[in-house]
């Protein structure tokens, strides 16, 4: 059996590793949790900011018996005394360190050091390009709701451009049959995402109705210099607020990957609607790390 080596997006797992990594999801949540990642060494390297993935990753990784270090990027003698990342990543793995889990405000980078790495690479978001785990517990989380996804309709609204989650959710729904629009101004959705299928609309308002799913993202600030749309503009037509809330369908539920931004994206009404699904989301996110590591160190 060959072992898949690495995860930098969603394209890395066959149907057959997607299935397994959710079968094994719902094995761990149902308490069947063995270690078998004992005596394996783990490192986190996360350049970026994370709460969520950074502590989940964390608690994914001790659940299975596995080593941990945190390896933070200004102790790393890459950020103070010029050591190439290559070098880096044959100095990680000479010390027996299996799986590197990399954050990076960077697009591109853990696939570079995936490939000077000898061990597996886990993608937790690199800048705007991908975030294949969180797609992973979004469409877990989708899955418990409604089952098969065929023929269901998801709604990613607003900072598309910038979104490593929406552009991981995007590929990985279109591979189960999920019908696609997105939403937002101009500046955060460029006429090019309109392809595959995939329907691009500016008006909230107009696909209210019609979504089973609605997946809010935060504006990346971090990620461009001016702000290209008001403020008081962009919270008038995108944020969710009660009053669109009555207007989705019956059932629909409304995702974010957090963090989320109160009074922009979301009012306070949205964490009170009872389709609102976030806390599931991070609570899935565990045990789809787990997953994941498990099914790339010791296979399907
Ligand atoms: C996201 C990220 O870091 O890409 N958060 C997450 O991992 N759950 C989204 C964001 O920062 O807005």
């Not at 995936?114 to 800048?127: K, L, M, Q, S, T």
């Amino acid at each position: 059996m060959q072992i898949r080596r690495s995860l930098i997006d969603l394209d890395d797992l066959s149907t057959g590793e997607l299935d397994a990594v959710f079968e094994r999801t719902a094995a761990f949540e149902a308490g069947k949790v063995r270690p078998t990642l004992a005596g394996f060494a783990c490192a986190n390297m996360f350049f970026e900011p994370s709460t969520r993935t950074f502590a989940s990753f964390n608690l994914a990784e001790l659940r299975l018996g596995a080593h941990v270090i945190n390896l933070a990027p200004k102790d790393l003698s890459l950020a103070t005394k010029g050591e190439s990342l290559e070098d880096t990543a044959i100095t990680l793995s000479a010390m027996g360190i299996g799986a590197l889990v990399v954050r990076h405000a960077e697009s591109g980078f853990p696939a570079r050091i995936a490939r000077a790495f000898d061990g597996h690479v886990i993608n937790a978001g690199d800048g705007s390009n991908a975030h294949p785990t969180q797609a992973l517990l979004d469409i877990y989380t989708m899955r418990e709701e409604f089952g098969d996804l065929r023929g269901r309709s998801v709604a990613i609204v607003g900072d598309i451009v910038h979104s490593r989650v929406a552009h991981s959710a995007i590929h990985g729904l279109q591979r189960l049959g999920v019908a696609i629009v997105l939403v937002g101004p101009p500046a955060f959705l460029p006429e090019r995402y309109a392809h595959d299928g995939i329907r691009i609309e500016r008006d909230f308002d107009a696909v209210l109705g019609e979504c089973d799913a609605v997946m809010l993202l935060r504006i990346q600030r971090e990620r461009f210099a001016d702000m290209p749309i008001d403020d008081r503009e962009y919270v008038a037509r995108y944020r969710l607020d009660d009053a669109r809330l009555r207007r989705l369908r019956s059932g629909a539920i409304v995702m974010h990957p957090g963090p989320y931004n109160r009074g922009m994206e979301l009012d306070a009404s949205v964490l009170e609607y009872i389709g609102w699904r976030y806390a599931r989301q991070v609570h899935h996110g565990v045990a789809v790390r787990m997953a994941v590591l498990d099914v790339l160190v010791n296979g399907c």
